[in-house]
């Protein structure tokens, strides 16, 4: 099975097969057979079904989501605003077509998992994975492929501020953990925006996107004090057993507000135009050193967290003396 309930905790909890992205398939837009195929196969997954319809307000985008998975809809829903919620924020509604139509379904005999992304049509398909996280990303990197021509971006990383000054850090494909995001929560003077996917405009200003974060619960092991607000939270791949479980597995993940982690009065509110952006990287070098951050124009800095030697909370110091503190 793609999904199963796990050991109860916080909301709920859901154990999913998969827990990484599967493999990206060949382009439909190349095979117009492919894309056929593609489109059968989703609509026979969802017909007949209890299948999930969802509509996300990514900013002026509306994405339509359309799966069998009962996680995958749950999730979706809670994670990003629906286009009433996007209307009361912006004072706007988002375009009654969508920009971006997904379809992910389980339960597809004979089909491996797999993505497929077609521009052209503005449609991805995800195939027998149930983990979020996938279908998360597989959106987003598609949306951002259709905005890009307009100069605007979706990234993947993290914004805020720090007495005043506003920074914006991106992370690599192996996203590097914990994130130096945590522990410059933990200093006076911090004001958090975003962590996970961003919207970058044309003049270079970051919004959040996400109104709910999708964060490691592992991360807890660095910063305890985390652990509190995670526990009202929807819970994915979080194990059973004695001990520490939000801190046993890599695998976990929690979705979760932003307020119940870090409190309301600490959310910065977009757009924010960043006074220095950083490149996070794996790897040895150089633990802090200048370099340009495209698509920004404010001074950049390459940052090794894995280089600099101590607790995670080091590689915060190292971002908060880049910012002048």
């Not at 995800?126 to 259709?146: C, E, I, P, V």
């Not at 979706?154 to 994130?179: N, Q, S």
């Not at 993940?253 to 870090?262: E, F, I, K, S, T």
């Not at 090794?304 to 101590?310: D, H």
Request: proline share 10%.
């Amino acid at each position: 099975m793609s999904e199963a309930p796990g050991a109860p905790i916080g909301r709920s909890n859901v154990l999913t097969l998969a827990r990484s992205r599967v493999p990206a398939g060949p382009d439909p837009d190349a095979d117009p057979a492919l894309r056929d195929r593609l489109r059968t196969l989703a609509a026979r997954a969802l017909e007949g079904m209890e299948a999930f319809i969802h509509d996300a307000a990514v900013h002026d985008c509306r994405v339509r989501l359309f799966t069998n998975s009962p996680h995958l809809g749950d999730f979706w829903r809670d994670a990003w605003p629906a286009e009433a919620e996007w209307r009361r924020a912006a004072g706007r509604a988002v375009p009654p077509e969508p920009a971006l139509t997904v379809f992910a379904a389980i339960g597809v005999p004979g089909e491996p998992g797999v993505s497929y992304a077609s521009a052209a049509h503005r449609e991805v398909f995800l195939f027998n994975t149930s983990w979020y996280g996938d279908l998360r990303a597989s959106a987003m990197s598609a949306l951002d492929r259709l905005l890009a021509p307009e100069g605007i971006r979706l990234l993947h990383g993290a914004a805020g501020e720090l007495d005043g000054k506003g920074f914006v850090m991106l992370y690599p494909k192996e996203v590097i953990h914990p994130t130096p995001i945590w522990g410059l929560m933990e200093l006076a003077g911090a004001r958090f925006l975003a962590d996970g996917w961003m919207r970058v405009d044309a003049a270079g200003r970051v919004s959040a996107v996400e109104k709910s974060l999708y964060v490691r619960t592992s991360t807890v092991a660095s910063y305890p004090d985390l652990a509190a607000g995670m526990r009202s939270a929807k819970f994915e791949n979080v194990p059973d057993g004695p001990g520490e479980r939000l801190a046993a597995s890599d695998d976990a993940r929690a979705l979760v507000a932003p307020a119940a982690l870090l409190g309301g009065e600490r959310a910065a509110t977009g757009p924010l135009a960043p006074a220095a952006a950083f490149d996070l990287r794996a790897g040895p070098g150089e633990p802090l050193e200048p370099a340009a951050v495209p698509p920004f124009s404010c001074p950049g800095h390459v940052l090794r967290p894995g280089a600099v030697p101590g607790h995670p909370r080091e590689a915060a110091r190292a971002l908060a003396r880049a910012l002048g503190r």
